[in-house]
């Protein structure tokens, strides 16, 4: 998955925050695209970020 290659330290609270209020609400398809949605907007920043300072030779 996705969080796998993202380090694990507010992204852990909030996967833990977003599981408790998939479990107590009604709106949880709504709620897992945002999160989808946030995971791959920093997913691809941090992957922009990280090219753009290492320069990989690809």
């Keep these: 998955m996705i969080t796998n290659s993202i380090p694990m330290g ?3 609270t909030m996967i833990w925050i977003t599981t408790f209020f998939l ?12 999160l989808a949605i ?8 941090r992957y ?3 090219v ?4 990989p030779e690809n």
């Design 38 to 45: 946030m995971c791959n907007l920093s997913h691809v920043a």
């Design 48 to 50: 922009l970020l990280s």
């Design 52 to 55: 753009v300072l290492s320069t």
């Design 23 to 34: 479990s107590t609400s009604r709106p949880t398809i709504f709620l897992w695209h945002v």
């Design 10 to 12: 507010g992204w852990e």
